[in-house]
């Protein structure tokens, strides 16, 4: 998949050599309130780098919209400032901001051509006529929609009606480009090629992209860093891969990707040799050693291991061989690229799910009683 574009990039690609290491939007401490009384975003502080695609990633009421609506101007902070290459914009309104938006409905006036569409920002703004058709036409080339500009929106598919509103917001050369949940509304198949549209598109232009979602894929697919919120405030904010791979807390653990979560108690802080380590024993007594994630000590913790990461054998593990749990198969689920395995863990038969590959020599039936493996160093403890 190639996107054409024009050798004339925007502004915001250009940025000065001297800029790169500023923040291009900093939150600080900023809040809201809707009522006075209950905090919707809590105490933020976010920097938003210069070139950079951040997914906003939570479930609803976390926070995240809301705190992209203030970035655009649409919502007022109760507290704190919003900075913009570190001049506050908190009382900026929004058509003075730069920024460019896409929403998740597209927001096209269907009483216009697309090409109206897209150079609506640009009449606003009093470009020239001459100026605004090359600016079309070149925005219009970098969503792959040659020659549609003469088109309606109720002539489009819901894909090209989502490019016709990237084009809008990329046509004035925007400094920072906002998303609220575009892909939302397009089925999964077209979504995911979407993603992979996006991309390409950032990779390309350079200029920095704000998504807001509450889907995890198209945060780990998509994005350069990742920030998860949960009741207003954000859990971690990292790098795709190392917010799947070391989630900060709980919550994270179990809102990125699947995960089997075992309760357990804590039975020794450090173990000899990894003092990042920690010994938990299950309600069976089955002992599990893995990262001291937020450094619990003699309390309940939550063992939790990615369903890939386990492997399934049909006899016991030879001793020493890491973290080993008796199971019985319970289910197994088609996916089309993998099995699930629902296992039962214990005399309680904890939930334990297992990402097996259709290529696996071996596959177990339900009812069969099977030992799950998994190395101490990919196993999280959280308190």
């Given at each position: 998949?190639?996107?054409?574009?024009?050798?004339?990039?925007?502004?915001?690609?250009?940025?000065?050599?001297?800029?790169?290491?500023?923040?291009?939007?900093?939150?600080?401490?900023?809040?809201?309130?809707?009522?006075?009384?209950?905090?919707?975003?809590?105490?933020?502080?976010?920097?938003?780098?210069?070139?950079?695609?951040?997914?906003?990633?939570?479930?609803?009421?976390?926070?995240?919209?809301?705190?992209?609506?203030?970035?655009?101007?649409?919502?007022?902070?109760?507290?704190?400032?919003?900075?913009?290459?570190?001049?506050?914009?908190?009382?900026?309104?929004?058509?003075?901001?730069n920024f460019g938006m896409v929403f998740q409905n597209y927001a096209l006036f269907p009483h216009m051509t697309v090409g109206e569409n897209v150079a609506y920002p640009l009449t606003v703004r009093r470009v020239s006529k001459a100026d605004q058709a090359t600016r079309v036409e070149r925005a219009l080339a970098m969503v792959r929609l040659q020659g549609m500009a003469g088109r309606y929106p109720s002539q489009l598919s819901g894909g090209q009606q989502q490019r016709v509103a990237l084009a809008r917001a990329l046509v004035f050369e925007p400094q920072l480009v906002l998303m609220d949940e575009p892909l939302g509304a397009l089925d999964k198949q077209l979504r995911e090629h979407m993603q992979i549209e996006l991309k390409e598109l950032h990779r390309q232009l350079g200029v920095t992209f704000v998504f807001v979602t509450h889907d995890q894929g198209e945060a780990l697919t998509m994005s350069d860093r990742v920030a998860v919120f949960n009741n207003g405030v954000i859990q971690q904010i990292a790098p795709a891969d190392t917010m799947?791979?070391?989630?900060?807390?709980?919550?994270?653990?179990?809102?990125?990707?699947?995960?089997?979560?075992?309760?357990?108690?804590?039975?020794?802080?450090?173990?000899?040799g990894h003092p990042a380590h920690c010994s938990a024993v299950l309600a069976d007594g089955s002992v599990l050693t893995g990262i001291n994630v937020n450094g619990a000590a003699a309390a309940q913790v939550m063992v939790g291991i990615r369903p890939e990461r386990i492997a399934v054998q049909a006899t016991p593990p030879a001793a020493g061989a890491g973290n080993t749990l008796r199971a019985q198969v319970h289910g197994i689920v088609y996916f089309g690229d993998h099995l699930r395995l629902l296992c039962g863990v214990g005399p309680t038969q904890l939930e334990a799910a297992v990402k097996l590959p259709l290529s696996a020599p071996a596959i177990p039936a339900v009812g069969d009683t099977v030992w799950l493996a998994f190395a101490p160093e990919l196993t999280r403890v959280y308190a």
């Open positions: 998949m190639s996107i054409a574009l024009s050798a004339e990039r925007p502004a915001a690609a250009a940025a000065p050599a001297a800029a790169a290491g500023q923040p291009l939007v900093s939150f600080v401490g900023v809040q809201k309130t809707y009522d006075g009384v209950n905090l919707v975003v809590r105490k933020l502080d976010l920097d938003i780098r210069r070139g950079e695609f951040l997914t906003l990633l939570g479930p609803s009421g976390s926070g995240k919209t809301t705190t992209l609506m203030m970035l655009a101007g649409f919502e007022s902070p109760t507290a704190g400032e919003i900075l913009l290459e570190r001049k506050p914009i908190t009382r900026t309104p929004p058509h003075k901001r799947y791979e070391q989630p900060a807390n709980r919550f994270v653990a179990g809102f990125i990707g699947d995960g089997t979560m075992l309760p357990a108690t804590v039975q020794a802080a450090q173990l000899s």
